[in-house]
């Protein structure tokens, strides 16, 4: 089974896949193995949608992710990071929202829906909610370095 992960960085969606060996959750895979950008587009468009699948741009991250996670074991259970590497499919805004809120097919066996996927679907779907009922939430920005604003003509309604 494959931990299928993800994350914004930027104003990028990535998309990431950690074997796992069906002990817990662990990966199966040393530290900074993920699977492949092809692997991943596969698992996606069988899935989702191809389209949404061939429609991505392979790319790298580098993570610190838990040691635990990665590799294993009561002695990694400590809290310790790792940098890893991740071969990840990006995303822009419009495609991630299509992604983050259509449910995978119920015969879809590829990956494991991680936590980290879940919690951007479920952000995904507030947001899609707040835009249908005309509550748009105001936008802070920092005005220096001590102090941050509302923009003006942003409300709740």
């Known amino acids: 089974m494959i931990a299928l992960q993800g994350m914004w960085a930027g104003d990028m969606f990535h998309v990431w896949g950690l074997p796992q060996d069906g002990v817990a959750g662990r990966a199966s895979?040393?530290?900074?193995?993920?699977?492949?950008?092809?692997?991943?587009?596969?698992?996606?468009?069988d899935g989702w949608?191809?389209?949404?699948?061939?429609?991505a741009t392979a790319s790298e991250l580098?993570?610190?992710?838990?040691?635990?996670?990665?590799?294993?074991?009561?002695?990694?259970?400590?809290?310790?990071?790792?940098?890893?590497?991740?071969n990840t499919?990006?995303?822009a805004p419009s495609d991630a929202i299509d992604l983050l809120t259509t449910a995978?097919?119920?015969s879809w066996r590829t990956f494991d829906v991680a936590p980290?996927?879940?919690?951007w679907s479920r952000a995904a779907w507030v947001v899609l909610e707040l835009l249908a009922k005309q509550r748009f939430v105001p936008a802070v920005y920092r005005a220096n370095e001590t102090t941050t604003r509302r923009r003006p003509n942003e409300c709740m309604r």
Not at 29 to 45: C, E, K, N, W, Y
Not at 49 to 55: E, K, P, Q
Not at 116 to 119: P, Y
């Open 89 to 91: 499919l990006c995303y």
């Open 104 to 106: 995978p097919r119920s």
């Open 116 to 119: 980290s996927f879940r919690f």
């Open 62 to 86: 580098r993570l610190k992710l838990p040691a635990a996670a990665l590799e294993g074991g009561a002695a990694r259970a400590n809290g310790e990071l790792r940098t890893c590497s991740v």
């Open 49 to 55: 949608d191809s389209l949404l699948a061939s429609g």
């Open 29 to 45: 895979a040393p530290v900074g193995v993920s699977i492949s950008h092809d692997q991943l587009r596969d698992g996606i468009g």
